[in-house]
Antibody, heavy 119, light 107 residues
Framework: QVQLVQSGAEVKKPGSSVKVSCKASGDTLSNYGISWVRQAPGQGLEWLGGIIPILGSTYYAQEFQGRVTITADESTSTVYMDLSGLTSGDTAIYYCAGGLTLLDVADYWGQGTLVTVSS | DIQMTQSPSSLSASLGDRVTITCRASQAISNFLAWFQQKPGKAPKSLIY???SLQSGVPSKFSGNGSGTDFTLTISNLQPEDFATYYCQQYTSYPLTFGGGTKVAIK
């Protein structure tokens, strides 16, 4: 089974961008669909989008369309989530989560990456 | 988008109690529903998939039921490790959507 390890915490200025990575080990990335889910302080879970690396297909929630880009580098078994136009409302823990495909239960989760947006 | 509505948003229960959490979808999702448990400072953990199938290693005190639009998660014999927040999620169509969560606290 796969383990997902995310990059470390980030502090960003409003208007800037952040790129968070999610590295898979223990299994090939091609066997999974990877979603990005965020959780604002004290709030619930929100799906931003996901990628099926073997197909190169990406899907985004309408709310984040145009601001989020999810990519995969199969040579390094790493998925990236790039979020632009940051505001204080984007302060959250960002998780990557993997299932057999995107339209499947996410059995595997990264440890989370705290992104703080502050001037 | 499919809206997922959980109730209650929080509940208090005693050790040994049995509790039931409800999740309602805004349109039929067959059985493409998962339940997650999240403890403070931790990533969510998958408990149930396909509405009623237990993930490997999850104790049988957790059970899920439902199909279409109405679903339940039941936890029997509550123990200290069960006090957490629980989320439902539909995975039948994009965007994947979660319920608002139910926090289970000790009475």
């Amino acid at each position: 089974q796969v383990q997902l390890v995310q990059s470390g915490a980030e502090v960003k200025k409003p208007g800037s961008s952040v790129k968070v990575s999610c590295k898979a080990s223990g299994d090939t990335l091609s066997n999974y669909g990877i979603s990005w889910v965020r959780q604002a302080p004290g709030q619930g879970l929100e799906w931003l989008g996901g990628i099926i690396p073997i197909l190169g297909s990406t899907y985004y929630a309408q709310e984040f369309q145009g601001r989020v880009t999810i990519t995969a580098d199969e040579s390094t078994s790493t998925v990236y989530m790039d979020l632009s136009g940051l505001t204080s409302g984007d302060t959250a823990i960002y998780y990557c989560a993997g299932g057999l495909t995107l339209l499947d239960v996410a059995d595997y989760w990264g440890q989370g990456t705290l992104v703080t947006v502050s001037s | 988008d499919i809206q997922m509505t959980q109730s209650p948003s929080s509940l208090s229960a005693s050790l040994g109690d049995r509790v039931t959490i409800t999740c309602r979808a805004s349109q039929a999702i067959s059985n493409f529903l998962a339940w997650f448990q999240q403890k403070p400072g931790k990533a969510p953990k998958s408990l149930i998939y396909a509405a009623s199938s237990l993930q490997s290693g999850v104790p049988s005190k957790f059970s899920g039921n439902g199909s279409g639009t109405d679903f339940t998660l039941t936890i029997s014999n509550l123990q200290p490790e069960d006090f957490a927040t629980y989320y439902c999620q539909q995975y039948t169509s994009y965007p994947l959507t979660f319920g608002g969560g139910t926090k289970v606290a000790i009475k």
